[in-house]
């Protein structure tokens, strides 16, 4: 690992003004799972270190309005919170698959969802793919079977995180904070395909920090989350979804569909909301859902298998908020 500085910030203020402009430079460090290891592998080699630990560490679930979840609070408290788990099923659920106890009681909630893609060729310093500004990418002609089956980008990167595709789902926001103060972002619009961004996931810019989710309490929300997992292993899933449905009475009023692991962001499906809105929670509504949600997927040499569990994940995601 390449030697680093190391700055203890005390809280966002002190954070951001130890940031800096030139990408990759300076980078946060909160529980250090994702970060180490890139920086172990040479992928990412910062000249310093800002540790975020100590920014916002509480959960505050209000009853209306806004709830707010600080970036420096852990995964596992997310999964262990009673009142959060209460108004949003489908984010404590998700919590609770990430990882393993060890994992998920040292990642926080701002790195989980600022942790960078799990492709092996971007993960290995002998590939220089265009992610690290090299000529191609090496999944296109290679180990492709995890890789994503929507968005036909030049990089097929899948998202890696569990708690991004619940957040969308609950039409949740992001504070964050830089040297021009703060602003909120839509979860929706957070994370960038990469020909929007290719070195880096998100609209966030070098010297900004997230400090909060923000999530509005609806009535009348029934979600789930749904994930399949190989082999049910402590790796991340294969493919997710998160549903957050709008009820009026036994019809829903509105939907939100959101995928996970299947593309280069959360991959919210407007086709399989449209299908849900107005109509009961039935398994035959459900499954046109999920025909839809995956009708548009264009899978690469090794992965087709994703495309029917896919369906199948959305599917049992609906069913299961409908048991909510
Ligand atoms: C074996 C294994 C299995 C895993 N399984 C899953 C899974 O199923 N689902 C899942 O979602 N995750 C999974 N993870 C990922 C794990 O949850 C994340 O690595 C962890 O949440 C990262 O959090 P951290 O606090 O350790 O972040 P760090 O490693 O400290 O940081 C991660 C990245 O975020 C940046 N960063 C950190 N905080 C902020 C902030 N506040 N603002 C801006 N940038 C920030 C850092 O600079 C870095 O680039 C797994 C990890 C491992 C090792
Ligand atoms: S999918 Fe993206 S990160 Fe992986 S090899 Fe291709 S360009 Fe690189």
Redesign the pocket.
């Known amino acids: 690992m390449k030697a680093f500085a190391y700055v203890n910030a005390r809280d966002e203020k002190e954070a951001v003004a130890a940031l800096s402009t030139e990408r990759g430079k300076v980078?946060?460090?909160?529980?250090?799972?994702?970060?180490?290891?890139?920086m172990k592998d040479y992928i990412?080699q910062p000249d310093t270190l800002v540790n975020?630990k100590g920014?916002p560490s509480t959960i505050t679930v209000a009853p209306q309005g806004l709830t707010s979840i600080g970036?420096?609070v852990r995964?596992a408290d997310v999964a262990a919170h009673e009142a959060l788990a209460k108004a949003y099923p489908a984010l404590a659920y998700?919590a609770g698959?990430?990882?393993?106890p060890q994992?998920?009681n040292?990642?926080?909630?701002?790195?989980?969802?600022?942790?960078?893609p799990r492709c092996w060729y971007f993960r290995n310093e002998e590939f220089h793919c265009l992610k690290k500004g090299g000529p191609r990418c090496f999944a296109v002609d290679g180990e492709n079977q995890f890789h994503a089956i929507f968005g036909d980008a030049p990089c097929h990167i899948v998202h890696?995180?569990?708690?991004?595709v619940p957040i969308i789902a609950y039409g949740g926001r992001f504070r964050v904070v830089g040297p021009q103060g703060e602003r909120e972002i839509d979860a929706d619009k957070f994370f960038l395909m990469p020909d929007r961004n290719m070195y880096g996931e998100t609209v966030?810019e070098s010297n900004?920090?997230?400090?909060h989710v923000l999530l509005p309490r609806q009535p009348n929300v029934k979600s789930a989350h749904y994930e399949v997992?190989f082999k049910q292993s402590?790796?991340?899933?294969v493919t997710m979804a998160s549903v957050a449905l709008v009820m009026s009475g036994t019809t829903v009023a509105s939907a939100r569909v959101v995928l996970g692991a299947v593309a280069p962001v959360p991959w919210r499906s407007p086709a399989a909301e449209a299908v849900l809105k107005g109509k009961p929670l039935t398994e035959q509504v459900a499954a046109e859902a999920a025909d839809a949600a995956v009708k548009n997927a264009v899978p690469m040499t090794q992965n087709g298998y994703k495309v029917q569990l896919a369906r199948t994940t959305v599917m049992r995601a609906i069913m299961q908020a409908a048991k909510a």
């Open positions: 980078l946060p460090l909160a529980g250090g799972m994702d970060l180490l290891g890139l990412a975020v920014l970036a420096a995964v998700a698959e990430v990882g393993t994992i998920r040292l990642g926080t909630v701002g790195g989980n969802i600022m942790q960078r890696p995180s569990s708690l991004a966030l900004e920090l997230v400090t997992k402590h790796d991340w899933p």
